[in-house]
Every structure is written in structure tokens, then in C-alpha cells.
């Protein structure tokens, strides 16, 4: 993967554990080349993200929205910024520029990332790969209630299988690198055999 779009908070949260988390997965990228896209922030679990592969000379591309174009908002060290007329706007441009999702923690605007990705993958709009660093358990809950959608008929196991799970950088990165989309029917959401 060349260029990875990483979904996460405009906040660090009260555990340093998801600053090491961002750190981290800011390292990898950097040594192993791949672009960071994200939400054009200096603040938060994205500052941090981006302030680290700007300090190893990598590449970050920022997407944000007009309305969020403040000074105290938006990152100055990074080069290339687009900014766009909304937030769907964004989102539209980042899955263009890239060739896989990351969530970490994050508030309403992560989840809303994450599940339009998933949203994407499951119409088969898009067959990126779509991974979730689930440091800390911070992710637990949400994981619970898709088995329980899964359960209760609202959701077919085969695009719950879609989150690629991991608790580790390496650990998700490794299976990112081996995903295969399912092939399914868009229409009729049918296993193709």
C-alpha cells in the first residue's frame, strides 16, 4: 500500500497509551514509505500522527474542509493541504488518494469515517482494505454490538469480516497486506461462488 487515509480524534484523550498509539503507527509508516492522508489537523491523536511522519521526511496529505480552515486548526507544516466545501466532499477526495483505511480512537466524526468506509466495501464501491487499532480495548464495545447485528440478522457475517482487526501496528498492518474483498452481489449482498 502506497497511501493509507487514518481516521482518528482532533483530541488525545485522557490515556497516553493512544499518543503512543498514533506514534507508533506514524514510525511505521514512515519506514516502510506509505503516505499518510488525513484531516488536515495539527491537534490531537492527528497532530501527533502527522508530526510524526513529517519529522521522518514522509509524505502527508491533508484534506479538510473549509469550515475547519482555522489557524488554530489546521496544520501549517504540512505541504499539501486541500481544502474542500463540506465534509462529504472530503471524503470523496481522500478514498480517491488512497489505497486503505485505519481507524484509531476517536469521537463521532472517527466512527462516521469508519462506517462510511464500511459502507463503501460492503456496496462494493470500494475493495480497500479497511483496519481498526483497537489499542486498549477502546474499540470493544463497538465490536460487540456488529457481532450483535450480526446476530440478530442485521448484518451478514461475510461484511462484518470486512473490519480487519488488530491490536498492534504490525498485527494490522500484516493483515491488511494479506486481505482479498469478498466476492459478493452489491444488490442482493449473495456470496458469488
Do not use: W
Not at 484531516?39 to 491533508?62: C, R, S
Not at 488518494?97 to 472517527?110: A, E, R, V
Not at 480497500?128 to 487499532?133: C, E, M, R, T, V
Amino acid at each position: 500500500m502506497k497511501r493509507i487515509v487514518v481516521f482518528c480524534g482532533s483530541s488525545l484523550g485522557f490515556n497516553p497509551i493512544y499518543k503512543e498509539a498514533a506514534i507508533e503507527l506514524g514510525n511505521y509508516f514512515a519506514a516502510n514509505k506509505i503516505g499518510l492522508v488525513y484531516g488536515g489537523g495539527k491537534l490531537g491523536m492527528m497532530g501527533i500522527l502527522a508530526d510524526t511522519i513529517l519529522d521522518h521526511n514522509g509524505e502527508v496529505i491533508g484534506v479538510i474542509p473549509k469550515l475547519l480552515e482555522k489557524e488554530e486548526v489546521v496544520h501549517a507544516g504540512v505541504e499539501e493541504m486541500i481544502v474542500c466545501k463540506k465534509m462529504s466532499e472530503r471524503k470523496v477526495i481522500m478514498s480517491k488518494l488512497i489505497d486503505g483505511y485505519i481507524t484509531l480512537p476517536g469521537g463521532f466524526g472517527t466512527l462516521d469515517e469508519l462506517f462510511e468506509a464500511l459502507t463503501l466495501g460492503q456496496l462494493q464501491i470500494e475493495q480497500k482494505p479497511i483496519g481498526l487499532l483497537n489499542v486498549n480495548g477502546f474499540f470493544d464495545a463497538i465490536l460487540l454490538q456488529l457481532d450483535k447485528m450480526v446476530e440478530e440478522g442485521y448484518l451478514k457475517q461475510i461484511n462484518r469480516n470486512m473490519l480487519i482487526v488488530g491490536t498492534s501496528v504490525n498485527d494490522l498492518m500484516q493483515k491488511m497486506n494479506a486481505y482479498k474483498a469478498p466476492k459478493i452481489s452489491p444488490i442482493i449482498n449473495k456470496v458469488v461462488r
